[in-house]
């Protein structure tokens, strides 16, 4: 009797056999059939779905490994369900994640009983990193017809952090000349399509005074001149407004269609709450690898042992300088604080001076002990913790928007 294989989501790759979807899909076709696979979801996913597996079967079947398209289907969905966030089984609304990095939204959305039922995301590292967690890998390019044309006829709410890179003091500011800041007209075409009962953005705060403000207000006239949406908008800090002890400060959209949301005008933004949790709840405490620590004959440790004297904050490397929050609190995490010398999170242990570690990071963003980190380069991981949302904050938000539907 033939040794049966194990087979993974990962035998989809293009190195492992020969695609059948033409954007190279397939994993992402799998996965989001699989979660669904209980609930009418499933069909929109499924022909596509079974076209590979049975492409999958038709490629390794030979005489000595007998593979049969039943079994490929139970070993995956054991595969894609065994992981640390699951999609809850009972759910009161139905979401979308553009966007949508390694799961910020997904995971606070989930959080108070949300079901995903489409993400896409281009950074395959990203991916990876929402794949371990949440065992679905997304969709890919969104501005392509083809991966539009995955996302469900209904659902609820439409989420996506859209790419802030055009519209940050940390990018070069060009709005909606940047090729990133257009991004935001395919979500006006979703919108336009699906007409979801709330759009929920996030966005750095920038994006409000971007070109003296003419950005933002091109963003508010289509969602409300021309899709018909009812739209409340808000700076608010995690500081402030999460419980979590980084100063960052983002512009967050909610927008309601009034023809399915009646009673929209209830919705109201959360207040401030008392921050709790200091820098000591996140940091850890005991002697971290060697490589995270400044060494004496480092060129920038004198000016470092020079002005970080407390153990009680998180400094910030600045190109030539270090810059002391006063607050006791993190600095804005960036995309770019793995990449070199600037922006660098820098702390004062025990054990000498030190640069954040990735987890720590990911803690700055609220993201729990269990949340999985993968196996990539530390400068990976950095962008992705900076990158993403506060997931408490998108979650207090959520609350908000799940009390008014």
């Known amino acids: 009797m033939a040794k049966k294989k194990h087979i993974s989501i990962d035998e989809f790759d293009q190195k492992n056999y020969q695609n059948t979807l033409t954007e190279l899909e397939d994993k992402a076709v799998i996965t989001?059939?699989?979660?669904?696979i209980n609930n009418g979801i499933a069909k929109h996913y499924k022909n596509d779905a079974l076209r590979v597996i049975n492409n999958y079967v038709a490629q390794k079947?030979?005489?000595?490994?007998?593979?049969?398209?039943?079994?490929?289907?139970?070993e995956l969905q054991n595969e894609v369900t065994n992981i640390p966030f699951t999609t809850p089984t009972e759910y009161n609304f139905k979401f979308i994640d553009l966007f949508a990095g390694i799961g910020g939204f997904r995971?606070?959305?989930q959080n108070i009983g949300g079901k995903c039922v489409y993400t896409s995301e281009w950074d395959n590292y990203a991916k990876k990193t929402y794949q371990k967690n949440f065992g679905e890998v997304p969709f890919g390019d969104i501005t392509k017809e083809s991966t539009k044309n995955y996302i469900p006829e209904k659902f609820d709410v439409l989420c996506a952090g859209f790419p802030c890179q055009a519209f940050s003091i940390a990018g070069y500011r060009k709005g909606f000349s940047d090729t990133r800041g257009t991004l935001f007209f395919d979500v006006e075409a979703i919108i336009t399509k699906h007409k979801p009962k709330v759009v929920f953005l996030e966005n750095v705060k920038n994006l409000v005074t971007h070109d003296k403000g003419k950005?933002?207000?091109?963003?508010?006239?289509?969602?409300?001149?021309k899709l018909g949406y009812k739209v409340y908008h808000n700076v608010l800090n995690s500081l402030t407004h999460a419980n979590i002890p980084q100063n960052r400060e983002r512009i967050f959209i909610v927008a309601f269609d009034p023809k399915q949301v009646e009673n929209y005008a209830n919705f109201k933004f959360p207040n401030k709450i008392p921050l709790i949790k200091t820098i000591h709840d996140i940091i850890d405490s005991k002697k971290q690898e060697d490589k995270y620590y400044y060494p004496k004959e480092h060129q920038y440790y004198p000016e470092l042992i020079k002005?970080?004297?407390?153990k009680d904050t998180v400094y910030q490397w600045r190109r030539v300088y270090v810059r002391e929050n006063k607050n006791n609190?993190?600095?804005?995490?960036?995309?770019?604080?793995?990449?070199?010398?600037?922006?660098?999170p820098l702390i004062?242990?025990?054990?000498?001076?030190?640069?954040?570690t990735p987890r720590e990071c990911f803690s700055f963003q609220g993201y729990p002990i269990n949340?999985?980190?993968?196996?990539?380069a530390n400068g990976r991981l950095y962008m992705q913790a900076g990158n993403s949302v506060t997931t408490t904050l998108i979650e207090r938000i959520a609350k908000k928007i799940v009390n008014v539907l």
């Open 107 to 109: 995971l606070a959305l």
């Open 348 to 356: 004062k242990d025990n054990f000498g001076i030190r640069k954040l």
């Open 61 to 74: 079947q030979d005489k000595n490994n007998a593979v049969v398209a039943t079994d490929v289907i139970t």
């Open 329 to 344: 609190a993190c600095p804005t995490l960036t995309a770019n604080m793995g990449t070199g010398g600037h922006n660098v």
């Open 32 to 36: 989001h059939y699989l979660h669904n």
């Open 307 to 310: 002005n970080m004297t407390s």
């Open 215 to 225: 950005t933002f207000k091109v963003i508010l006239e289509i969602l409300e001149q």
């Open 371 to 376: 949340y999985v980190l993968p196996n990539l």
